[in-house]
């Protein structure tokens, strides 16, 4: 199976500062990895998917890049709604894996 | 609006059964695959099982494969897991996930707010 690998575990970040998420595959995946967003007791919501695609409605400040196994998400100038836990998932093979996510904390 | 709606979680004992639904709403549910993941107590998501949108095709992760059976009623916009000989270590949330059109290898474009499973004697 791919092993995807997400670094930091945590990311101490202020409000209005930008914060960058690294996604590792351990094959070559493409373009094909999707993005979430994970609050407590909500749903995870869709954030990228082809790696550098926004999902509907997402705002301008969360970009995507990278492909085949590197892979980082971007959010520019954090707003009190993105503290939370985000995650990377490989769609190129079965089956689906997700990184261990890392989680965006309030310094 | 998309939303789907789980239920069926609760306390089982170890050995127990257990079946999960999910009904969806807003959309035209019989065209689209569907995932179960899950995410144990302070844990990262897994992906537990997929079907087909006509439901002839499913997968499964090995830690599930002879335990978990996945289906689908397209007629009642509704996805199951049922979950048979459960372990401790399936205690977790479980989720439903939509594909949007994308194929069978696709990303999830909406979820569900899950259904707690605890699996303890």
């Known amino acids: 199976e791919i092993v995807m690998t997400q670094s930091p575990a945590t990311l101490s970040v202020s409000p209005g500062e930008g914060a960058t998420l690294s996604c590792r595959a351990s094959?070559?995946?493409?373009?094909?990895l999707a993005w979430y967003q994970h609050k407590r007791g909500q749903a995870p919501r869709l954030l990228i998917y082809?790696?550098?695609t926004r999902a509907t409605d997402i705002p301008a400040r969360f970009s995507g890049s990278g492909s085949g196994t590197e892979f980082t998400l971007t959010i520019s100038s954090l707003q009190s709604e993105d503290f939370a836990v985000y995650y990377c998932?490989?769609?190129?093979?079965?089956?689906?894996?997700f990184g261990g996510g890392t989680k965006v904390e309030i310094k | 609006e998309v939303q789907l709606v789980e239920s069926g979680g609760g306390l089982v004992q170890p050995g127990g059964s257990l079946r999960l639904s999910c009904v969806g709403s807003?959309?035209?549910?019989?065209?689209?695959?569907m995932d179960w993941v899950r995410q144990a107590p302070g844990e990262g998501l897994e992906w537990v099982s997929f079907?087909?949108?006509?439901?002839?095709?499913?997968y499964y992760a090995d830690a599930v494969k002879g335990r978990f059976t996945i289906s689908r009623d397209n007629a009642k916009n509704s996805l199951y897991l049922q979950m048979n000989n459960l372990r401790a270590e399936d205690t977790a949330v479980y989720y439903c996930?939509?594909?949007?059109?994308?194929?069978?290898?696709?990303?999830?474009?909406?979820w569900g707010q899950g259904t707690l499973v605890t699996v303890s004697s």
């Open positions: 996930a939509r594909h949007p059109n994308c194929g069978y290898d696709c990303y999830h474009d909406y």
């Open positions: 807003g959309f035209t549910f019989k065209n689209h695959e």
């Open positions: 079907i087909s949108n006509s439901g002839n095709n499913k």
């Open positions: 094959q070559s995946i493409g373009s094909t």
């Open positions: 082809g790696a550098s």
């Open positions: 998932q490989q769609y190129t093979k079965w089956p689906l894996t």
